[in-house]
């Protein structure tokens, strides 16, 4: 941002007051507000039946459907956008085109966030005692006024801090935007990009980035205060009691909750990998083997196999770095206290909000010394672990602080080193945390987007960036293809959840979690 504000080598902040009464640009942060409170709202009013259900009742395969329900959260946003744009665009099996429109938009960003009100929200009501409800009905509460008066409260905090998150990820939402959006539904990062990329206009996109992260930090402490609230009140609460539907209302409300969820996040999926198989004279391979060839008209250097193999590479480099700076920092954190150690955790989460284009151009202006890494490939792996950096942090974090340093104390009088001590007591405690933390990096490296469509050469392109030239061309064989690839990387990231969610350490009652 710091380039955007000098000119002619001297800071000049006289554009501020000019682009932000820019007509323009105050529609671009209205409607970012809009469809992200809009989105908010949708979200929670989708995913607070599947957190009861999930948190309340026991039934075969309740862990198995938690885990595909996490899948959509860590899904990258172009392979969402392509999902939906195989469902609700041109030649859409259900006979509607909505890209181009703000109900795609919405309907994208409820099936990316649902998880994270099903996470947050169900983690802390696996964690309210039942009897409380219960008792309320035996003194002649209806079912509903007894949820009203007893659950929800309780639940209030849990439910704000999954609405704060999901409005975060829904303002600063990038890849959605690029592949659903038309003209005239930009948020602010599609702007930045636009007025930095296509327009060089430095000074208006720092301005822009300014704009988005005052309000990205005043949502994380925000959401900072509601998640410190949020565990005090789980610390009281009674041990979670699932059980088994016993009547026939609660069978049908289990088995239609399941059946929503099934539909809603599995249809688009479905539908991805079936356009993959589908072109202009019926069902074939044509779109899986056209990722082996570079042809006319794609604006590709290499084939879309390479672009896989560097994705792979870049997302193995990046997870290296996330996870060894992310433990660093994690250890830190674990071993600090008071208004330092909430301001470095409220800080951790700042690169979730901040501009991933602002992030990746940052590094084109800034990494010029001592060493030139500008024109290097490096570069996205580097912009990849900063972007994963915090999920690391926010994964590895509770492990560590779960641990009673009197276990490293003891270990140490006894003789032991202190790096014995860590390698002897601490590491086995949070080898699982350890390895969650490393697949979320690896996911979450394999799907960025909004750094890598700047830093990313032509010669080295990822994934993601292939799947939105490929859609942005005419071509039926263009968009069976990036089809195609957005299977593949659909099935790597979904893979790196389900490890995740067999290795994830179980939050405690009462303490609902995103990641």
């Keep these: 941002m710091g380039e955007g504000f000098r000119g002619e080598g001297r800071w000049d902040l006289s554009g501020v007051a000019t682009v932000i009464s820019d007509p323009a640009m105050a529609r671009v942060v209205w409607f970012t507000t809009w469809q992200a409170a809009l989105s908010t709202l949708a979200t929670l009013v989708l995913a607070l039946p599947a957190a009861a259900v999930l948190a309340r009742y026991e039934f075969r395969g309740r862990r198995v459907v938690q885990a595909l329900a996490t899948v959509p959260f860590v899904l990258p946003t172009v392979v969402v956008g392509a999902a939906f744009v195989a469902l609700l665009g041109e030649r859409s099996p259900v006979g509607l085109n909505l890209r181009g429109t703000l109900t795609a938009i919405v309907l994208a960003n409820m099936f990316f966030n649902h998880a994270v009100v099903v996470r947050t929200v169900g983690g802390f009501w696996e964690g309210l005692d039942p009897r409380t409800e219960e008792a309320a ?18 639940l209030r905090p849990a439910i704000a801090s999954a609405a704060v ?19 005239g539904h930009a948020t602010l990062e599609v702007e930045i990009y636009r007025q930095t990329a296509d327009l060089l206009a430095l000074p208006v996109a720092a301005v822009l980035a300014l704009v988005q992260l005052l309000a990205v930090g005043s949502l994380l402490v925000v959401q900072d205060r509601l998640e410190r609230r949020q565990q005090r009140a789980g610390v009281a609460l009674a041990p979670a009691e699932r059980r088994r539907a016993r009547t026939a209302g609660e069978r049908w409300w289990v088995g239609g909750n399941l059946l929503v969820l099934a539909v809603f996040l599995g249809v688009p999926l479905a539908c991805l990998v079936s356009r993959s198989f589908r072109t202009s004279s019926g069902y074939g391979l044509a779109g899986w083997r056209a990722l082996g060839e570079v042809r006319r008209g794609t604006g590709m250097a290499v084939t879309p196999a390479v672009a896989v193999m560097n994705s792979l590479r870049f997302a193995a480099v990046a997870t290296v ?25 409220a800080g951790a989460l700042l690169p979730l909000g901040t501009s991933a284009v602002t992030v990746g151009f940052g590094f084109l202006v800034a990494l010029d010394q001592p060493l030139d890494l500008r024109a290097s490939p490096w570069l996205v792996p580097i912009a990849q672990a900063v972007v994963a950096l915090p999920f690391v942090m926010r994964t590895m974090s509770p492990a560590l602080r779960s641990i009673d340093p009197r276990l490293r104390e003891a270990a140490m009088v006894l003789g032991a080193s202190p790096g014995r001590a860590w390698r002897e007591v601490d590491l086995p405690l949070v080898r699982r945390g350890l390895l969650v933390a490393t697949g979320f990096a690896f996911a979450i490296s394999l799907g960025e987007f909004g750094a890598t469509s700047l830093i990313a050469r032509a010669t080295t392109p990822t994934v993601p960036v292939v799947i939105v030239r490929l859609l942005g061309r005419p071509g039926a064989l263009n968009s069976t293809e990036a089809f195609a690839l957005s299977t593949i990387l659909m099935v790597l990231c979904a893979g790196a959840v389900l490890l995740v969610d067999h290795w994830r350490v179980r939050p405690r009652a009462g303490a609902g979690t995103w990641v």
Aim: glycine residues 10%; without cysteine.
């Design 137 to 154: 009905r035996v003194l002649g509460a209806s079912r509903w006024d007894a949820f009203r008066s007893v659950t929800l409260p309780a």
């Design 165 to 183: 998150i999901t409005f975060l990820f829904t303002f600063t939402s990038f890849g959605v935007i690029r592949i659903l959006g038309g003209q």
């Design 321 to 345: 770095l996330a996870v060894t700076l992310g433990a660093l920092a994690a250890i830190a954190l674990a071993r600090s206290d008071g208004r330092v150690a909430r301001s470095m955790d």
